[in-house]
């Protein structure tokens, strides 16, 4: 990539930020399309997002992505914000247009094409088993909910937050029974039973010694287990999963998706999927391989 005096600009922003997939797939994205575009990592902390918006407006970028933990606090921070992010209630990119920012969330829209994508299921009349309600659950369920799913469950550690999303889904959508399972194992056995879909939407899972979520044995060969976690190909729900015989989706769709719609939104041009999707895959895999040499080196002498 050869950086000149008109190379445009776009990034991501989040804290922290050095483990971020996003450069490699966004700049493989812009060198197999020919685009004069470079995306940067940039690491802003939480008290200085102000300036640091402030900042990529003056510089000319194009727009950025937002990851956690600014996903919330950028709606304030924009001109104007997309019906999707405003209904959603967290933005995850930004557009620059003329000096103007709009605030945009791919990431529902990204999860739904991955789905459709990977699984060749509809979702119409299909009943789902959310596990979280943080930003990424609220992005899924407002899709799943507007595109035809009949049921929503929604099982959440803090039930508050729970409860505010069924409230603010039950605002928005009329055609989808949307409610509350409480967080308790016997809740979700049930809620198990009655899906067609499971989504694992909490942070639960990326790390080796992470609790399961669910109990074992209550996955059945007819359900679709997704995982929103792409930090790693294999999680411990995916694995319960695919020894129930069930159909198990990682997060990697779902990244890609969503970045692809974030490329669409700032150049205009169609993106190109499988460059993304694999530089991604290098990406994680040159990961797993060094995360196995650390665990393999022992203790540090
Ligand atoms: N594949 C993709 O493109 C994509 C995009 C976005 C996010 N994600 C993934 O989705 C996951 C959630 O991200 P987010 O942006 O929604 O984060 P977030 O807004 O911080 O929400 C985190 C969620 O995880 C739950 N949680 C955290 N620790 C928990 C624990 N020990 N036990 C039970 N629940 C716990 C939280 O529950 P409380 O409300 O009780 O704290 C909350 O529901 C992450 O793994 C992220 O990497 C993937």
Redesign the pocket.
Known sequence: MTITGRTKLVGIIGYPIRHSLSPLMHNAAFEATGLDCCYVPLEVEPRRIRSAVTALRLLGFCGFNVT?PH?LRIMALVDRLSPEARMIGAVNTVEIRRGRMIGHNT?GR?FLRAFREETGESIAGKRVMIL??????RAVAFQWALEGGAVVMIA???SA?AAALVRDLRRTVVLCSVFVLPWTEASLIEGVRQADIIIN????G?RPDDPPLLPPNVLQPHHIVCD????SSVTLLLDQAKAAGAKAVN?LG??VH?GALAFEIWTGRRPPINVMREALQQGIAGREVNQQEIDNSGPIQ
């Open positions: 956690i996903k990431d990204g979280g309600a943080g930003g990424a659950a959440n550690r803090s937050r939407a909490t942070s639960v990326m929103l976690i792409y930090k997060g779902m990244l969503q």
